[in-house]
Structures are given as structure tokens and as C-alpha cells.
């Protein structure tokens, strides 16, 4: 394994694009070209927003029965580079594809694509025409996939009511692109546009939600890491749900990930795993406990597939994409949670999610016990006796969006993932309703066989069913050892991407290597200072 050290002075400053999906991170071709030729003007294709009274009376139904909280509506296109948008030729030969659609009124948009494959070299931006938002570049390596069989793919919200999709290709390029936009979604609740005039200081949720980074929220630092916000997409539009990292007994960092199975809008893991669309939205927080008009960075990843879920215990596990791993992405902290699937739930615990797809809250419990009695929900829905946690929480609150949260226990593990509960406001004596991780484990009481891994977690999770509980993990940070340094295997460097190394002192000098086992030693001729810090790669 090839592998480089790189030291970072403490004091470095690193410009992040604020609305980062996993991509490399570098403005739009036509924003800083140096080509003598003027690029030509593109006029809007201007598309005619959706009958509001028609989605009121969607969601007013919607919204009082389990599932996921929509915020866009779908507006179905056919776009492509050959039937749509502006080509031009540049000085140097090479070529840029533009296009720019207009939806008046919309908070915001984001992107479907039926099909999506781009030739190495090439790049694709999304970008706002006031330049405040990019997107990009998307790549080859981003993206998977082939010429002849290119993947569906999406692109995060960009705000306000204009967007603009840029295709660049060099002049070495010969082959041809497949960019196929079938969808543009409508924004038009649950967002907060900052660079429009009715910003709510990103607090779409209820006041007395609890942001993650309050007191509430001190002791649960390292799984708070674990919690998104996720861009579900069906046919009626694009909805947010909560989920979560979840770890498995081989602790390799397998990028599972725990949500609802009422947030699958039709998914299903025997004949319809395909979730290649959804958008995972990490570290969504306020810095603070305090709510900022400052928007938090966007930093997302896009596809996974289904791999397990059941109605039974409302659970689905996703396997994120490879192409869009997380541990590669700026600014993300992974965190993968630890389980306990022996029934018991402890005797306290939290909610980390993402209500009405706000920032990170928390939610605190000391009152989590069985529920005996069957459920029939609205909409029809029927959960067994037995099969679902009851958790009254008497700090911070539950809502729609929070939908595939995790329940936490006082001893650090998933119990449950958030189904349901009353929609009365900030009233702490309501009830809120997990599905339990111990029935999802075996997925007792389905129709399907015993055998059939795609209805249980224990084949992904814990594929030789060796314990009834396991801790979280997460990358390793190294700090403030001196001339002993952890062991760091070869398996947890090519997992992880990168390690922290901060705060280390080497004494008389050292240098970082890696013994032929795959561990990490400290050998002299490469001297470490205080307060600096190493990359290892």
C-alpha cells in the first residue's frame, strides 16, 4: 500500500466550499476560464411552478400519518447536451455545455438524473446564477458506471429559483457524455434560503428542539458524528428523513447506515434496492447551541443500496456508494454507532435527528419501555405487540423529518430507529415510537423465510452472530502521545483515508514510517513540533 505523510501546521486556514457534495471542490470552468473567447449569454428555461393548493392538500394528508416530510415537488423534464442548452467552442479547442432553468417562486431546486456518465477529464458543475452556490467539479471518479451503462445520479439543493448546469470538456476528450436531467424538484417548505428574505435563522423545527451542540448534547460528541439528514426521492417529490452510521463486528467501517423503513417511499430490498438518488447530508449542525443566521456547511454524499428492511420493526439499512465514500469527503467526521440487540433497553438514553430537516437536535429520555399493546396507524399501517420501544422524552422534542433516528441508550448503543408518535407541539408528555433493534436482528414475525438475509440486520451486522452488543468506532485520532503511538493497521488506514495526528511531541527528533506489518512506529530523523498536525494517507 502506497502511503505519504503530510504535516499541517496548526495555524493552517482551509477554504471549503460551503455546499460540498463529495466532488473535487473547485469553482465552475466558466467562473475563472482564462480563454480569450467571450462566453455567449444563456436565456432561462423558464418552467411553470406547481399548483400550491394541489401540495397542501398532498401534504395536510401526508403529514399526519408515518413518513417522510416533504419539501420539494417534482417537475419532470427531458434535458440533455443534445437537445438542450448552449454549446461553444474555446480558443484552446476544448468545449463548455450550458444550461439555465427557471422555476418562479422555488426556495430552492435539486436534481434527478436518469442517466449520468462523464468521460475522464471531464467536469459538471451545478451552480446559482448570482455565483453564491457551486456544485463541483463532478468527475469520472465521483460517478461510476459507463458509456453504455450510466447510473442514476442526483445533485444537492442549490437555493433560490434559477439554476445553472456547466459541462466541460478538453480537447483530448473524444468520447461522448450521457447527461440526461429527468427531474428538477421545487422547493417549497422546510427551507431556509440565506440569500433570500425569509430566512428563519435555520429553525424550521419547533423551539423546543435542542441543538446538538447545547449542554444536552456535551456528552454525546463522538455518535452525534453518526446522524445525517437524508434527501429521500419518490415519485411525488423529495422528502427528508434522519439516519445514521451504524458499525458491524468486523469494525472495518462499512459504511451502513440505519434508517426507517416508512422513509423508503417504495423501496424495497428484495426488488427495488436501488436508492442510487438519495443525498445524505452530514455534520448539518450549528457550531453553537444558539440557532445562526449563518447556514451550516453542506457537506453530502449521493447513492446507496438497500440491503435489509422490514415493516415489522419499521427498519432499512443502506450500504452507502463506493464512489461516494464519506471517509474521503471534506470535513466529515464518520462515526459509526454501536448496537445492543438483546431486547433490554436501559434505563435512559437520547434521540439524535434532524426534525423538519433542521440542523442537528437532540432529544433526552429517561423513560423508554416496551410496547405490549398493537398499534393501527394512520394510513393503515399495523405495528405487532412487542415490536416497537415507547420513549417519552423530557428534554427536546420529535418530529416529521426526524423519522429513521436513532434511539441511543445510557450505555451508548442503537436500541431503535425513530417510526412515529403524536405531532403535538413541544407537549414532552406525548409518546414517540422506535422500532427495536432486536427484532429487527432476527426480522421475526415477516412473511418471508428465515433465510432470506434481506429482512434482518444480523447478516450485515454481524454476519457469524457472535454478540449481543458491540461499541461504536470511528477514524482514530492520534493525540498527545510521546515516542508510543498507538498500533494503526493497514486495514483502519485504507478504511479511514486519512488519520489525524495532532498535538504530538517527539522527543530528540522522529519520524512517522510503517513497520512491514502494517503498524505505525516512531523512528529518528523527522522531528514532529508541538501543536502540529499530520496526515497520514
Keep these: ?126 451552480y446559482s446564477e448570482d455565483t453564491k452556490q457551486s456544485i463541483g467539479a463532478i468527475t ?23 439554476v445553472i448546469y456547466e459541462y ?58 453518526a446522524v445525517a439528514r437524508v434527501s429521500v426521492v419518490s415519485p411525488n417529490g423529495s422528502s427528508w428523513c434522519s439516519c445514521a452510521l451504524i458499525n458491524n463486528t468486523k469494525n472495518d467501517l462499512t459504511p451502513y447506515v440505519l434508517t426507517a423503513n416508512h422513509c423508503l417511499n417504495g423501496l424495497d430490498a428484495i426488488d427495488n434496492n436501488n436508492a442510487s438518488q438519495w443525498t445524505f447530508y452530514w455534520e448539518y449542525e450549528h457550531s453553537g447551541c444558539v440557532n445562526s443566521s449563518t447556514e451550516p456547511t453542506h457537506r453530502s454524499t449521493v447513492g446507496a443500496t438497500l440491503v435489509a428492511n422490514n415493516s415489522v420493526s419499521d427498519f432499512a439499512l443502506l450500504l452507502l456508494n463506493a464512489t461516494q465514500d464519506i471517509r474521503k469527503a471534506t470535513g466529515i467526521t464518520p462515526y459509526y454507532l454501536g448496537w445492543d440487540r438483546s431486547g433490554n433497553a436501559g434505563t435512559s438514553g437520547v434521540g439524535i435527528h434532524h426534525p423538519q430537516g433542521d440542523v442537528k437536535k437532540i432529544s433526552q429520555t429517561n423513560q423508554i ?34 423519522s429513521g433516528s436513532p434511539l441511543i441508550n445510557n450505555s451508548r448503543r442503537v436500541i431503535g430507529q425513530l417510526y412515529g408518535g403524536s405531532l403535538a407541539s413541544c407537549d414532552t408528555s406525548y409518546v414517540k415510537r422506535y422500532g427495536k433493534f432486536s427484532v429487527s436482528w432476527t426480522g421475526s414475525n415477516t412473511n418471508t423465510p428465515a433465510t432470506d438475509n434481506r429482512r434482518k440486520l444480523q447478516p450485515w451486522l454481524d454476519p457469524n452472530n457472535t454478540t449481543t452488543v458491540l461499541n461504536g468506532i470511528s477514524c482514530p485520532t492520534i493525540t498527545n502521545f510521546i515516542n508510543q503511538p498507538p498500533v494503526i493497521t493497514d486495514t483502519i488506514i485504507a478504511n479511514c483515508g486519512d488519520i489525524n495526528v495532532q498535538n504530538v511531541q517527539v522527543q530528540n527528533g522522529g519520524k512517522l514510517t510503517f513497520d512491514a506489518a502494517g503498524t505505525t512506529k516512531i523512528n529518528s530523523g523527522f522531528k514532529v513540533e508541538l501543536g502540529s498536525q499530520l496526515k497520514i494517507k
Excluded at 428574505?197 to 448534547?217: E, L
Design 168 to 225: 466541460y470538456q478538453p480537447t483530448s476528450v473524444k468520447d461522448t457524455p450521457v447527461i440526461f436531467i429527468s427531474r428538477i424538484d421545487y422547493g417549497y417548505r422546510h427551507i431556509d434560503n440565506p440569500y433570500g428574505n425569509t430566512s428563519r435563522n435555520f429553525g424550521n423545527a419547533n423551539p423546543c428542539n435542542i441543538n446538538i451542540n447545547c449542554p444536552a448534547g456535551n456528552n454525546w460528541q463522538a455518535e452525534k458524528h
Design 140 to 162: 469520472n471518479d465521483f460517478i461510476g458506471g459507463s458509456q453504455n451503462e450510466p447510473i442514476k445520479f442526483a445533485t444537492a439543493l442549490i437555493y433560490g429559483e434559477d
Design 369 to 402: 419501555q416496551n410496547h405490549s399493546a398493537q398499534i393501527n396507524w394512520s394510513g393503515g399501517a399495523i405495528s405487532l405487540p412487542n415490536t416497537l420501544w415507547d420513549a417519552t422524552f423530557f428534554n427536546g422534542f420529535i418530529e416529521g423529518g426526524s
Design 1 to 126: 500500500m502506497k502511503k505519504r505523510i503530510i504535516l499541517f501546521a496548526a495555524y493552517c486556514i482551509v477554504a471549503l466550499n460551503l455546499y460540498a457534495q463529495l466532488t473535487t471542490e473547485e469553482q465552475p470552468y466558466s467562473w475563472n476560464t482564462k480563454t480569450t473567447v467571450k462566453l455567449q449569454k444563456i436565456n432561462s428555461v423558464v418552467l411553470i411552478a406547481p399548483d400550491k393548493i394541489r401540495i397542501e392538500k398532498e401534504d395536510l394528508k401526508n403529514d399526519q400519518r408515518p413518513s417522510p416530510i416533504r419539501y420539494a415537488y417534482p417537475i419532470r423534464v427531458n434535458y440533455t447536451l443534445e437537445n438542450s442548452g448552449v454549446w461553444q467552442q474555446l480558443d484552446d479547442g476544448s468545449k463548455i455545455w450550458r444550461l439555465k432553468i427557471n422555476i418562479p417562486g422555488a426556495l430552492s431546486t435539486n436534481t434527478y438524473y436518469d442517466k449520468f456518465w462523464l468521460p475522464k477529464g471531464c467536469k459538471f458543475f451545478v
